[in-house]
């Protein structure tokens, strides 16, 4: 017969039997929920980067990429990496033909045949101040 002292050391032996078989669950199951997005963001450096390397364009970003790796980029910077589309790359060739400077911005973003979202930003910066010169404003009336 059993005593009752006997029956809860026998019901603490099952628990941690219990816990230590879940404990490695437990712990499988937190890897296995990690941020999917890391690993998606990490393929898509891969094939940004691979992209490049084909078409023999953006070596700055290439060398960035190598240098901070996949999983080190955070959203902003991932965002900055991008190409600039056809309607700010209008406006950066538009603008440029009004101001030695932006003439001079322009060929540096274009030194590796790719324009970034962040060279476009400062150049954006540029031209606001240049285009906004007595001079440039005059060519067109104002």
């Known amino acids: ?23 490695p ?10 941020d999917p997005y890391e690993r998606v963001q990490l393929a898509q450096v891969v ?11 953006g070596s700055d970003v290439i ?3 190598d240098s901070k790796g996949g999983h080190n980029l955070t959203e902003v910077e991932w965002a900055a990496l991008q190409q600039v589309g056809a309607e700010q790359f209008y406006f950066m060739l538009t603008s440029s033909t009004h101001s ?7 060929a540096a973003a274009l030194a590796d045949k790719y324009v970034t ?5 400062t150049y ?4 606001s101040a240049e285009l ?3 001079a440039v404003l005059s060519q067109f009336g104002y």
């Open 25 to 34: 669950l437990l712990v499988v199951l937190l890897l296995l929920n990690a």
């Open 63 to 65: 060398a960035m990429l």
């Open 1 to 23: 017969m059993t005593t009752r002292s006997d029956q809860r050391e026998q019901r603490l032996t099952m628990y941690w039997y219990i816990a230590l078989i879940a404990m």
């Open 117 to 121: 979202q962040a060279e476009y930003e």
């Open 47 to 57: 094939e940004l980067r691979s992209q490049l390397a084909a078409k023999g364009a």
């Open 100 to 106: 030695s400077v932006l003439k001079e911005s322009l």
């Open 132 to 134: 906004m010169q007595a």
């Open 124 to 127: 954006q910066a540029a031209a």
